[in-house]
């Protein structure tokens, strides 16, 4: 364990879960789940610090979700000023929650900026739009209520293909599982890397599903193997792979030379850094092939191709397939909103 995630681990941390009826089980069970995991991992290093949870509700008691679940609300919506860290569970049928939860979209209205982190999962982002609390910000859902999303909230920036989202003490995630990536990231923050690695090892979250959007929290993706300063270019580079990139770009990041730089990337990740550029860059237009409509141009720039014919190029060249026939063969469902 490193003295930092020591450092990290002293503080306990308080989070309200608030659900509502017909909230998504997966949601706020993946939370719970993940929270409760990081705990025990604490305890089993013998550190100090954990998650203290409590679930909340519009009205107190069972509080029935979309499957045969329930949780049990302790409290109604507490007024209190001193909130830590709130998680807002997102329901399928988002436009009868919000006709129906008013006092909850008011209550995250008064709230929201008073807590330190005060997230919303998947469709959650809904409540807070109806709260006013995302005008002229980015925010993420999933990406099939995307659209209903801009077009009932025009003056929110959507991002229908980011994982999760930061603006201040407001985090916005993605549908269902990605709310394991937000819940991981907070662990992350609070007690270091090496507690949040275990989380999401017990998770299985080095595994990603293909297409759709990502299952694994930027602030872990490839398992942030390596060294500090080898992570650090790689959550660099994560951020960044849409840009034009070159290896003395990536380099001068490192502060090293450019043949040491890629000495010491092959040795902690097993491929060079173009490679492994070039890697994130297929990701990514992976999933903008089968999530979304888009010309090829387009899912090609978005990606940090220089033009869909590099694009094509190296799809032939990892996948034997071009783009276009990636998206035909594999693009099972139509993606428009329902």
């Known amino acids: 364990m490193t003295q930092t995630a020591k450092v990290l681990s002293d503080r306990s941390r308080s989070v309200l ?32 610090g954990g998650y203290d949870v409590t679930i909340a509700a519009p009205a107190s008691g069972p509080v029935c979700s979309d499957t045969l679940m329930s949780l049990e609300a302790s409290i109604v919506l507490p007024e209190e000023k001193d909130l830590d860290t709130v998680f807002i569970v997102g329901a399928q049928n988002i436009e009868t929650a919000l006709a129906q939860e008013t006092a909850l979209v008011n209550w995250c209205g008064r709230h929201a900026f008073e807590a330190e982190r005060f997230a919303a999962l998947c469709t959650g982002s809904f409540i807070l739009a109806a709260a006013g609390l995302l005008d002229g910000r980015r925010a993420a859902t999933h990406w099939n209520y995307a659209a209903r999303l801009q077009k009932l909230f025009p003056e929110v920036d959507v991002d ?104 010491a990337f092959a040795a902690e990740f097993g491929e060079t850094p173009m490679v492994y550029l070039e890697g994130l860059r297929c990701d990514r237009a992976k999933t903008l092939l089968l999530d979304s409509d888009l010309p090829m141009k387009t899912v090609a720039f978005r990606s940090g191709f220089s033009s869909d014919e590099q694009m094509r190029k190296v799809f032939r060249r990892r996948f034997s397939l071009s783009p276009r026939d990636y998206r035909a063969r594999f693009k099972t469902a139509d993606m428009a909103p329902g």
């Open 160 to 263: 229908a293909d980011a994982i999760f989202l930061q603006d201040g003490p407001l985090w916005t995630s993605a549908g269902v599982t990605a709310a394991i990536d937000l819940a991981l990231a907070f662990v992350e923050q609070d007690f270091g890397r090496d507690i949040a690695l275990q989380v999401a090892r017990d998770m299985v979250m080095y595994l990603k599903r293909p297409g759709g959007q990502s299952q694994f929290s930027t602030m872990l993706t490839g398992q942030m193997i390596g060294s500090t300063g080898m992570r650090d270019i790689q959550t660099w580079l994560s951020l960044r792979f849409d840009r034009p990139m070159t290896l003395d770009d990536m380099a001068a990041q490192a502060k090293m030379s450019v043949r040491s730089f890629t000495r």
């Open 17 to 48: 879960l608030v659900v509502y009826p017909d909230f998504k089980a997966l949601e706020a069970v993946s939370v719970l789940a993940v929270l409760s995991y990081a705990g025990k991992h604490l305890q089993g290093a013998g550190l100090n």
